[in-house]
T-cell receptor, first 115, second 110 residues
Framework: KAGVTQTPRYLIKTRGQQVTLSCSPI?????VSWYQQTPGQGLQFLFE???????NKGNFPGRFSGRQFSNSRSEMNVSTLELGDSALYLC??????????????FGPGTRLTVL | GQQLNQSPQSMFIQEGEDVSMNCTSS?????WLWYKQDPGEGPVLLIA?????ELTSNGRLTAQFGITRKDSFLNISASIPSDVGIYFC??????????FGSGTKLNVKP
């Protein structure tokens, strides 16, 4: 099976712009989670989508949003970029059933730099 | 959100030495996961644990799911330079939210 793919791998934006990141989960996985990783903060959970619905949400401002399509592919959007949004954005997929064994697989990440 | 307590934060060891790191939580988990992350890449799943007391090996790696379901440890035997990286633990419960430790940065001196 192909792994989790993320596009683009690298992105440079300027303050005030918006950005959209894309994630394709492992075939058959219905849950997609997004994380922000910065050197000092570790992995910070953004949100999780399952069957096109946001099921879990972290503590990030409303500038961070996401969606999931019927084929389980997901996009994450950040509007009005700030310098502090520079980070590695990781997408992870899992089967997602409640009560099931949890294994989550990560993509390679998108490195976002905000100038 | 909830964070797991992972220790140590960093380790400097000699090639050939054994390594041990652990994670503790105030909450019970149904699954414990251990990941390794290389610079600029996504974390790679090393071992998944599903039952309290379970001991699982993957080559030189061994991990255990604590009896209380609130802790887990990872051991690496006979370390080699390519073991260098950041190791993360993660806990999962029924609501499909994953909680991550802050990572253990491993440095191996040849």
């Amino acid at each position: 099976k192909a792994g989790v793919t993320q596009t683009p791998r690298y992105l440079i934006k300027t303050r005030g712009q918006q950005v959209t990141l894309s994630c394709s989960p492992i075939s058959g996985h219905r849950s997609v989670s997004w994380y922000q990783q910065t050197p000092g903060q570790g992995l910070q959970f953004l949100f999780e989508y399952f069957s096109e619905t946001q099921r879990n949400k972290g503590n990030f401002p409303g500038r961070f949003s996401g969606r999931q399509f019927s084929n389980s592919r997901s996009e994450m959007n950040v509007s009005t970029l700030e310098l502090g949004d520079s980070a590695l954005y990781l997408c992870a997929s899992s089967l997602g059933e409640r009560g099931g064994q949890g294994e989550q697989f990560f993509g390679p990440g998108t490195r976002l730099t905000v100038l | 959100g909830q964070q797991l307590n992972q220790s140590p934060q960093s380790m400097f060891i000699q090639e050939g030495e054994d390594v041990s790191m652990n994670c503790t939580s105030s909450s019970i988990f149904n699954t414990w996961l251990w990941y390794k992350q290389d610079p600029g890449e996504g974390p790679v799943l090393l071992i998944a644990l599903y039952k309290a007391g379970e001991l699982t090996s993957n080559g030189r790696l061994t991990a255990q799911f604590g009896i209380t379901r609130k802790d887990s440890f990872l051991n690496i035997s006979a370390s080699i330079p390519s073991d260098v990286g950041i190791y993360f633990c993660a806990g999962h419960h029924n609501f499909n939210k994953f909680y991550f430790g802050s990572g253990t940065k491993l440095n191996v001196k040849p």
